[in-house]
């Protein structure tokens, strides 16, 4: 019966990971322009 509760849990946590890691590529992104640009 626990399982729609683990399943939202898990559905947050790739959300919250996946957008991590797109604010790390941003964030790479703009050292590398900055780098460049400089």
Known sequence: MNLPSFDS???MNFK??????I???IF???KLNRF???
Do not use: D
Request: glycine share 0%; net charge positive; no cysteine.
């Open 28 to 30: 790479i992104f703009e």
């Open 9 to 11: 849990y898990y559905n």
């Open 16 to 21: 919250f990971r996946l957008f991590s890691r």
């Open 36 to 38: 460049v640009l400089k």
């Open 23 to 25: 604010l790390e590529i």
